[in-house]
């Protein structure tokens, strides 16, 4: 029996393109998102993460599959903001949406990965966790989650269990385009912060996705890797 592998966020963008890289090294994958796409390479549930009784639901369904050893925790939400307007309950709101869900799911499945002593799990966070303006709940809700990998990696390590971080840079998926047309001041301002002087592609940072949830990365947990073009240099 394959393993089996959770994804979230799965109907478009990175997530969509990690269930093909995941499909295509061995893994059945297990997409999740509140609208399935015309086409996945495996089993699609649609639920709203953004409902904690319908995510809750979600997790007693997946571990009644059985044998889903690994998860991708790429759903979440970004927005502009300037840190001197956030209303309290509107930071709140976007850390428990980039949160809860992660938390959720990954709690539900490491009794099932602890009794396989193997499991994979890979949150997807963002260069945005070193500095970046207007990005402050989005941000934040992004470093509690590398930091909840940490944590994660250092309890589970016994049970044979790894988890890891991805951190993309500017990527070209639909929502990246819809914020920053082809030749816009926006794409300019994100092209000047990489010395690659081009924008990421989905499949660069599924390659890494899926590299974390390889048996290749068995000795490796813990980390952050960002996939940004160079992006990321001299800002640590």
């Known amino acids: 029996?394959?393993?089996?592998?959770?994804?979230?966020?799965?109907?478009?963008?990175?997530?969509?393109?990690?269930?093909?890289?995941?499909?295509?090294?061995?893994?059945?994958?297990?997409?999740?998102?509140r609208s399935a796409p015309d086409s996945f390479p495996g089993a699609f549930i649609t639920a709203d993460l953004g409902d904690e009784v319908a995510t809750a639901a979600l997790a007693t369904e997946l571990t009644a599959r059985g044998d889903v050893l690994g998860i991708v925790n790429?759903?979440?939400?970004?927005?502009?903001?300037?840190?001197?307007?956030?209303?309290p309950a509107d930071f709140m709101g976007l850390l428990a949406f980039n949160l809860r869900p992660a938390l959720q799911l990954t709690?539900?499945?490491?009794?099932?990965?602890?009794?396989?002593?193997?499991g994979r799990i890979v949150n997807v966070t963002s260069l945005v966790t070193l500095g970046l303006p207007l990005r402050t709940s989005?941000?934040?809700?992004?470093?509690?989650?590398?930091?909840?990998?940490?944590?994660?990696a250092i309890e589970q390590a016994p049970h044979g269990i790894t988890a890891n971080a991805v951190a993309p840079g500017p990527t070209e998926t639909e929502l990246f385009r819809q914020n920053n047309p082809v030749g816009s001041a926006g794409e300019a301002r994100y092209l000047s912060q990489v010395p690659m002087n081009r924008i990421g592609t989905p499949a660069e940072i599924a390659a890494a996705i899926a590299f974390f949830a390889s048996d290749a990365a068995a000795f490796v947990t813990g980390q952050t890797l960002f996939v940004d073009g160079g992006a990321s240099l001299g800002r640590n």
């Open 107 to 118: 709690q539900a499945l490491l009794p099932g990965m602890q009794a396989a002593q193997f």
């Open 74 to 87: 790429n759903a979440g939400a970004a927005r502009t903001e300037h840190f001197g307007a956030i209303e």
């Open 1 to 33: 029996m394959a393993r089996k592998i959770v994804v979230t966020g799965a109907s478009k963008g990175i997530g969509r393109v990690a269930a093909d890289a995941l499909a295509a090294s061995g893994w059945e994958v297990i997409g999740v998102a």
């Open 138 to 152: 989005y941000a934040a809700s992004k470093a509690a989650l590398e930091s909840l990998t940490r944590t994660i």
